[in-house]
């Protein structure tokens, strides 16, 4: 590929900037690795409860009550959520049915808009070759990749929060360029991330800014046409939803919705509330190996670009704004993943145009971590499949039995881990002789690569242990005129699963001491795990069915009068 120096836009020098063939191939390379690795074996394994059943329930409730209005789960109000996202998948649905595949694909669509943005942002920014850093930055780390491949709200909120704020800095930086178009798009994208998740979006969005005029000592601060423009664009989008909620359903909806957003900031929802330093480690170890190469730029100034400020701001409020609320979620700081990708890509280019040797501690801390990661992805499928080494150590019953199912393993899939440790060893050669771009690509694309493959032999398998054996279970009611219920824990799986018909509406005969002890007017099954010492004394007349997978599994007969 031809990498020429050359001026740019408006006259700025551009160090990486590339014939127009050589900006066709990043762009052909960016657009096919990300639909080959990001749709592909979509439907491989279950939806994984919780997160990923919830919404693709809402979203197939919505098809079957044809309310496409209100979010739903056991067909009662969700208070928890907006549709915009469901609304996605439900189109999806219509087109691929209501399965695994069809849930995921919204975001996997988004993976490939998301690295396409990034170059295009990236080549306006700096030059071409830093926009397919950045793009091969996000592909090739563990959990920004893994989430384009999930059926979760997150990548598709994150996606909207960051064009909003790009659009701004572009608007309040640039104010000769279309500033009033972008503060528009700006406000709209934000309204966007409001109808996705709800107003933390906005929130995000003007601690951010907030933090980014108190450093510049507001200089750049919008004029008040401006704001208006932005606060009119947010509320337009967000009324789309919210203000026919309101006008449906009053003000209590309105209330219900802001007040569940309050708890989720105040109190430990959900049984999430985790140390102040959850974050730090989440993002760190499941951002690897971008959470590493952007340490010396996330912590000094080898560029010194206002958007590089921006990027770092941005980064920093998200860690410290979702450290300090009392529900942690692993799904809380996905938002670093765009600026840390940034970052990360500064200092790749850095060193690239510098001609510098990649920092002594960059380059151990590589190789320590690709250790650790590699013997996990060797160890976890050696372990699951000989798991008598493990089960002495198996303190929980129900841990235990849910080993005791019968997997197949082909006793190869610790390869994989192997092969991708063999990668980051030579990668970090190929880094120490200052082939700097050599190195980075070939280490983005072979974590791309061990999650593909890991994806398909490995996680499958360890979702048969995990939740395997309730699904199926609940698949294999599925169309039967039963009720269906677990017992003793919270799950969204015998929703989507067992597919409850909409005609059955929850009522007080979905009450559990009605299931268990009522004159219920059909049968009842229940799912109970082996811990459960209390369910004999509490469910009247109930017959065991079978013991599999840490679970007994009830039927209880209906009542004929």
Avoid at 94 to 120: D, M, S, V
Avoid at 299 to 316: G, H, Q, T, V
Avoid at 496 to 513: D, H, R
Wanted: proline share 5%; charged share 15%.
């Amino acid at each position: 590929m031809e990498i020429t120096n050359a001026i740019g836009r408006g006259g700025v020098y551009r160090p990486g900037a590339v014939t127009p063939r050589a900006s066709r191939i990043y762009l052909f390379i960016i657009f096919i690795s990300a639909v080959v690795f990001f749709i592909p074996n979509l439907g491989k394994v279950h939806l994984f409860d919780w997160d990923e059943i919830n919404f693709a329930e809402s979203a197939r409730e919505m098809i079957v009550t044809g309310n496409y209005h209100q979010v739903q789960i056991n067909f009662q109000p969700f208070w928890e959520k907006p549709p915009l996202f469901f609304w996605l998948q439900v189109l999806s649905m219509k087109a691929f049915g209501i399965n695994e595949f069809a849930a995921r694909l919204p975001n996997a669509i988004f993976g490939i808009i998301t690295l396409l943005t990034l170059f295009f942002i990236g080549r306006k920014h700096r030059d071409e070759r830093f926009g397919f850093i950045w793009a091969m930055c996000y592909l090739g780390s563990f959990l920004p990749h893994l989430y384009f491949k999930s059926g979760i709200i997150d990548p598709v909120f994150n996606y909207f929060i960051f064009l909003g704020v790009y659009c701004m800095y572009i608007a309040i930086t640039n104010p000769k360029r279309k500033a009033f178009a972008n503060v528009a798009l700006s406000g709209i994208f934000i309204g966007l991330s409001d109808l996705t998740k709800g107003p933390v979006g906005l929130l995000v969005f003007l601690l951010t800014f907030l933090v980014y005029f108190i450093f510049t000592r507001f200089k750049n601060f919008p004029n008040f046409k401006k704001i208006l423009l932005f606060i009119f664009c947010f509320t337009a989008v967000s009324l789309l939803w919210f203000g026919q909620e309101v006008i449906t359903n009053g003000f209590s909806f309105l209330k219900e919705f802001l007040t569940y957003q309050a708890n989720l900031f105040l109190k430990p929802v959900a049984s999430h509330g985790e140390p102040f330093y959850y974050h730090f480690v989440v993002v760190f170890l499941g951002c690897f190996p971008i959470s590493v190469i952007a340490l010396p730029a996330l912590f000094s100034s080898l560029e010194r670009s206002d958007y590089k400020r921006l990027m770092k701001i941005l980064f920093w409020t998200v860690m410290i704004l979702f450290s300090i609320t009392t529900t942690k979620i692993v799904h809380y700081s996905s938002l670093t993943y765009f600026p840390l990708s940034f970052i990360a890509a500064t200092y790749i280019s850095y060193l690239i145009e510098r001609n510098k040797k990649i920092a002594g501690y960059v380059f151990w801390i590589l190789a320590i971590t690709g250790l650790v990661f590699s013997l996990l992805l060797i160890g976890l499928p050696i372990v699951a499949s000989n798991k008598e080494l493990l089960m002495p150590y198996l303190k929980d019953p129900f841990a235990a039995a849910s080993l005791d199912v019968a997997v197949h393993w082909n006793g190869y899939e610790f390869i994989i881990g192997v092969v991708y440790f063999a990668a980051v060893m030579f990668s970090l050669v190929i880094l120490k002789r200052r082939k700097i771009f050599n190195g980075f690509m070939l280490l983005f694309f072979s974590t791309a690569f061990c999650l593909f493959f890991y994806m398909l032999a490995v996680v499958p398998k360890i979702e048969a242990y995990s939740q395997g054996t309730a699904i199926k279970f609940y698949e294999s009611l599925e169309g039967q005129d039963v009720y269906v219920s677990p017992v003793g824990f919270k799950s969204y799986a015998q929703y989507f699963y067992f597919k409850k018909p909409g005609s059955v509406k929850p009522g007080e005969e979905e009450e559990m001491s009605y299931l268990l002890q009522g004159p219920i007017n059909k049968p009842a099954y229940f799912l109970v795990k082996i811990t459960n010492k209390q369910f004999d004394t509490l469910c009247r007349n109930c017959t065991l069915i079978k013991k599999e997978g840490g679970y007994f599994f009830y039927r209880r007969e209906a009542i004929v009068k």
